[in-house]
């Protein structure tokens, strides 16, 4: 069997789209072109590329059986047939993956899979996530042999492949930068909010432009990107994928990304890439950092007035303003008991049902979009129906599905159950609760747990008219040498090389440490050394920092810091385990085995006690400094924030210290030897110690979750504020506090 790539037959329209198919004829109409989506040789208006997308989509909806619409509702990770090692179980292409899995279980489900083929046959499915990181040709070729399979059903509704971040570096995390590597990598999310900082806005369009050539150039056309949260609780362990906690910043990036990634300021376009924006209402406001991707962190807690208004609300405003795609809300649900009074921005206050936000009809269809105007489709976040399920537990399966679409969620992640959907859309026709006696819960009617004719349609209709506004139902397929060209392409890598050494932050240079200057090196022996939670890890990056200062700085590199005059340590924290709760909350001090509290299962703290290890070899840094010191030596730092660390373990040893987040090391070098001068700025504010971050034995922070670091003294007690009114901010021994839009330059 050919790969579909292979078979794909271009049918070029002048002034109009070029048309691919390889199953299904085309229609040829006044010297003009058009798929004949389902074969039978009529030009109805959903195959008229000429009109609206919206009436195309209205027109296709109508046409669909029932079960190619249960299909559409769904989305959740697939695998290719490249990674797997049963050769027995891929297709004839050796690209599709036609494994059965009797209980495939994740973070978020547990449900039964099938092959690919059958599930785009039979279930209908035409979202998937991509996980994996092929090469550019690979991901063409799979992603047009999904869409050959697609093209010969019934209406040839193409398969919309979905990925999370893939142009950032550092570590490959699930659910958040789904790959690393392949295509254009520029530093973290926090990075590049620093570099934006001291840099200006402009970046970020050489960031979107390369995003939307290279996820456009390979068929990938949707992205769940980017977090429009706004960073409150740094214990929160998703701080990772935001812009920071500066809420002016964040709206700005908003207003610059959706449009640079979509393809224009009205919505996307042919040749752009559909952007999720996450998570809605504001994932930021967790209570003690608390992620709800387990049962502690199900709540999201507003401990001060109009916060949600404030600080969480407008980045989402300005992704509604730039016509972004789709919108993913939140698991958790709004703590009333815990919570302050919250007024929408046109004044009314907001009921807190404690209801999962992906459930809540007033934050989806009364907030986002009859106040906020949001007009493109909702797209839940992962495991809502199974497992995170918060405020709907008593319902069973069928019952979480029709009510999530119909209280305004158009696409159920996590899940490919398109049989208990039909289950929810026939207990609607066969009287599952009226003739056949069913007990229908607590507080709810039968018409909000069964799936209608009304809402089905509608969540197809607008997910239907995305896929007509990018082009997928002209032309879904793509060339592979066209992909590996543009993901080559040399000035997307050193525009996202230049943002790297943009994004380091001087936070300390005592009596002017750096630049390191060769005059300053001038018969200095430098020792190098790494630090991270994994020895292997560590050890093979303090040999590349060591190679490169011997080959590209000529410095003269010793193995033992005894003999050093001069030491660069790069030191690489991480804290807890993503997805998973932790025995405490997050810790963020720079410690090794360190004894902190156990919480309780009401989030509290307990009487029993754990060991947390942030950093291996922590206690070495001090012993490096005293030891430098003692011949007269200086030592330069750099942390990675992927987190709001504590530094107080780093900072009194350091004479230089740099932040970096997800930074090429070589880019930092640059910066510590005077090759680039330090422009970055500070995106979030560093917790002085853990007094700031202090949990009573009732669960309540003594710094307010729904609040940011730079504004978080407003609500400290005034006995914790030194002669400058802070407290919050941690202060270095040059008297520098390390908040936000913080950082030196030479």
């Keep these: ?37 389902d074969g039978d040789g009529v030009l109805s208006p959903c195959k008229d590329w000429r009109k609206p997308a919206g009436e195309r989509a209205v027109d296709l909806a109508g ?9 559409m509702l769904f989305v959740n990770s697939w695998k290719m047939g490249l990674g797997q090692k049963d050769r027995t179980k891929v297709d004839e292409s050796g690209l599709l993956n036609e494994e059965i899995v ?18 785009l046959k039979e279930m209908n499915i035409r979202h998937l996530i991509l996980r994996e990181n092929p090469k550019p040709e690979e991901l063409v070729d799979w992603i047009n042999q999904l869409n050959q399979v697609a093209e010969g059903c019934g209406h040839a509704i193409p398969v919309m492949v979905i990925s999370n971040s893939r142009n950032e570096n550092g570590e490959v995390v699930f659910g ?75 709206t700005d990036m908003m207003n610059r990304l959706i449009p640079g990634i979509q393809g224009s300021d009205d919505g996307v376009t042919t040749d752009g890439v559909a952007v ?37 609300l407008p980045a989402f405003q300005a992704a509604i303003d730039k016509k972004a795609s789709s919108m993913m809300p939140y698991y958790a649900k709004p703590a009333l008991e815990k919570s302050q009074p919250q007024h929408e921005p046109g004044g009314r206050e907001i009921p807190m049902e404690p209801v999962g936000f992906a459930f809540n009809r007033y934050f989806i269809q009364e907030l986002l979009r009859e106040e906020m105007g949001f007009e493109g489709y909702v797209n839940s976040d992962s495991g809502i129906t199974n497992k995170m399920a918060w405020g709907v537990e008593e319902l069973d399966v069928p019952s979480r599905i029709a009510l999530a679409v119909n209280n305004g969620v158009d696409i159920i992640s996590g899940s490919l159950d398109v049989f208990s959907a039909r289950e929810a859309y026939d207990r609607g026709k066969n009287g599952y609760y009226t003739t056949q006696g069913h007990t229908v819960p607590a507080g709810y009617t039968p018409e909000q747990l069964t799936l209608s004719d009304e809402a089905l349609t509608r969540a197809v209709t607008r997910t ?66 790494c630090f991270r939670n994994h020895d292997e890890s560590a050890a093979k990056e303090t040999e590349h920092v060591r190679e490169t200062l011997r080959k590209k700085w000529g410095v003269n590199v010793v193995e033992r810091h005894e003999e050093a005059d ?32 156990d919480v309780d299962d009401a989030g509290c703290p307990a009487e029993t006690y754990h060991e947390e290890t942030t950093l291996r070899g922590a206690g ?56 680039y001068g330090p422009t970055g700025k500070m995106p979030i504010t560093l917790p002085r110690d853990d007094s700031v971050l202090a949990v009573d034995e009732n669960g309540v922070c003594i710094s307010h979750n729904d609040v940011p670091g730079y504004d978080k003294d407003l609500y400290l007690p005034e006995e914790m504020k030194d002669e400058n009114g802070k407290a919050y901010a941690y202060r270095d021994a040059d008297g520098n506090y390390y908040e936000l839009d913080f950082g030196l330059g030479y």
């Design 464 to 529: 239907l008219e995305e896929k007509f506004k990018l082009g997928l139902f002209d032309n879904p397929y793509r060339e592979p040498e066209h992909a590996a060209k543009v993901v080559a392409e040399k000035s997307h890598w050193e525009h996202a090389y230049d943002v790297h050494r943009k994004s380091v932050v001087l936070l300390k240079n005592h009596q002017q440490t750096l630049p390191l200057t060769a005059e300053k090196l001038d018969g200095r022996k430098v020792y190098a050394e």
């Design 620 to 675: 070495k840094l001090r012993e490096i400094y005293e030891s430098v010191h003692g011949r007269g030596g200086r030592v330069i730092t750099n942390i990675n924030f992927t987190l709001a660390w504590e530094v107080g373990n780093v900072e009194p040893y350091a004479d230089a210290l740099l932040a970096g987040f997800d930074t090429y090391v070589d880019a930092t070098l640059d910066v510590i030897f005077g090759a």
């Design 63 to 71: 046409r669909l059986s029932v079960e190619e619409k249960l299909g």
């Design 176 to 250: 958040m930068n789904d790959a690393a590597g392949v295509f254009a990598a520029w530093p973290g999310t926090l990075g590049i909010a620093a570099a934006v900082k001291g840099s200006g806005l402009d970046l970020v369009d050489d960031f979107a432009e390369c995003i939307r050539q290279e996820w456009d150039a390979t068929g990938m056309k949707k992205g769940y990107m980017y977090m429009a949260d706004v960073m409150t609780d740094p214990r929160w362990q998703r701080s990772y994928g935001t812009f920071g906690e500066d809420t002016k910043l964040v």
């Design 276 to 312: 999720t924006i996450k998570h809605f209402p504001g994932g930021g406001a967790r209570e003690n950092g608390f992620d709800p991707h387990y049962v502690q962190g199900q709540w999201n807690v507003y401990q001060t007035k109009d916060s949600l208004r404030k600080y969480h």
């Design 102 to 119: 009797e209980r495939d279980e994740s973070i978020f489900n547990v449900e039964k899979t099938y092959g690919t083929t059958y599930t």
């Design 1 to 37: 069997m050919k790969k579909a790539t292979s078979n794909i037959r271009y049918y070029k329209n002048e002034n109009g789209p070029v048309v691919g198919v390889t199953v299904k004829p085309v229609i040829e109409e006044d010297g003009l072109y058009f798929r004949d989506l």
């Design 566 to 597: 001069c030491a660069i340590l790069f030191v690489t924290p991480s804290s807890g385990e993503y997805f998973h709760a932790t025995k405490g909350y997050l810790e963020l001090d720079i410690c090794e085995n360190k004894q902190v509290p």
